[in-house]
Nanobody, 122 residues
Framework: QVQLVESGGGLVQDGGSLRLSCVASGRTLSNYANGWFRQAPGKEREFVACISWGGGATYYSDSLKGRFTISRDNAKNTVYLQMNSLKPEDTAVYYC???????????????WGQGTLVTVSS
């Protein structure tokens, strides 16, 4: 079992930045690929970014590429999502997930955090 806890969300102005963290406990995070997903009010959960267990491969939603960066520090059992040039449409609950393979599909992930809310004001 892996427990994931996200942090770093909050209120930020249009154009601002935030860095989300996802800390794992229970098992070594380096055994897993990780993904970030988000869900805006009234919308489906959508893929944001994912990273392989070693960090050598990263993938992004086409619409977010260039503004968001996923990274990991396996020594700290932590995955990060750096978000720059935030827009009001980025407002959502952001979820961290862990699974056996890197993927943009939420069904590929076995473990999920509770989410952290990001609100971008205009």
């Amino acid at each position: 079992q892996v427990q994931l806890v996200e942090s770093g969300g909050g209120l930020v102005q249009d154009g601002g930045s935030l860095r989300l963290s996802c800390v794992a406990s229970g098992r070594t995070l380096s055994n897993y690929a990780n993904g970030w997903f988000r869900q805006a009010p009234g919308k489906e959960r959508e893929f944001v970014a994912c990273i392989s267990w070693g960090g050598g491969a990263t993938y992004y939603s086409d619409s977010l590429k260039g503004r968001f960066t996923i990274s990991r520090d396996n020594a700290k059992n932590t995955v990060y999502l750096q978000m720059n040039s935030l827009k009001p449409e980025d407002t959502a609950v952001y979820y961290c997930a862990a699974g056996p393979r890197v993927s943009g599909l939420s069904l590929q992930y076995n473990y999920w955090g509770q989410g952290t809310l990001v609100t971008v004001s205009s």
